[in-house]
Every structure is written in structure tokens, then in C-alpha cells.
């Protein structure tokens, strides 16, 4: 479930019948992005599908987060468990601070309203 991959006929039955609807390694899909034309490195970049929408980034830098907290509050706001992952403990204490604050409905409405096309997002 990310902002392009909805799963809202899912979740509204979950919703509905008390069902607890459970993000399992959460930030773990990967977009491989290629480096910007003219650059003469050829190292690829891995991106969570939900970090490469641009308004995860600009609302993770509004409101002081990182774009993984945004992605993951969003996701908490709607009722779903989140379970992410990490074997890096700058990570796991990033995905921890997600308590404490919420976002605004302008910040739910942005992720909301992002077209839901099943397909990721292409960084250029």
C-alpha cells in the first residue's frame, strides 16, 4: 500500500469487519532509478516506491521529517499497522519517531489525492 498502489477496496472491508489491516516490511519494494543524463556514473539508485513520489519528499521536508516517517504516519493515520524493518540502527530509531505528531488533513489530502496508477513512479 502506497500512495500509487492503493488497496482501498481492501482496507474499507478491513475497516468494516474490525479486520486489522498489516503492512508487513513496509519500506522494503525498491524502484531502481538510473542517474541523471549526462552523469558518468553508472551506480543505479534504489528507492522505496513511496519515496519516489516528489510530495512524500516536499512534505517530509515542511514538516522536518524524513520522507519514511511521512510515508510510514501516513499509513498509521488510516489505521494500518506498520511493521518496518531495518538492520541499521540510524533506521530503526527514524522509524521509532513516528509518535508524538500527525499529519495535517493539507499533508493526508496531498498523499491521498495522488493518482493510484499500480505502477511506481519514475524518477528522472
Known amino acids: ?9 481492501v482496507l474499507s472491508l478491513c475497516r468494516e469487519h474490525r479486520i486489522l489491516y498489516h ?11 538510473q542517474p541523471p543524463k549526462g552523469s558518468s556514473s553508472t ?5 522505496p ?15 522536518n521529517k524524513t520522507a ?3 510515508y510510514l504516519r501516513w499509513l498509521v493515520q488510516q489505521g494500518v499497522a506498520v511493521l518496518p524493518r ?3 540502527q540510524m533506521h530503526v530509531e527514524s522509524n521509532a519517531r513516528l509518535w508524538g505528531w500527525s499529519l495535517p488533513e493539507v499533508g493526508l489530502e496531498v ?13 528522472t
Open 1 to 9: 500500500l502506497d500512495p500509487s498502489h492503493g488497496d482501498d477496496g
Open 23 to 33: 503492512a508487513y516490511a513496509t519500506l522494503r519494494g525498491v524502484l531502481a532509478s
Open 43 to 47: 551506480t543505479v539508485v534504489s528507492t
Open 49 to 63: 516506491y513511496a519515496m519516489a513520489h516528489r510530495e512524500v519528499e516536499t512534505l517530509a521536508t515542511a514538516y
Open 68 to 70: 519514511p516517517q511521512v
Open 86 to 88: 531495518s538492520s541499521q
Open 111 to 123: 498523499l491521498n489525492g495522488i493518482q493510484r496508477t499500480g505502477k511506481a513512479p519514475q524518477r
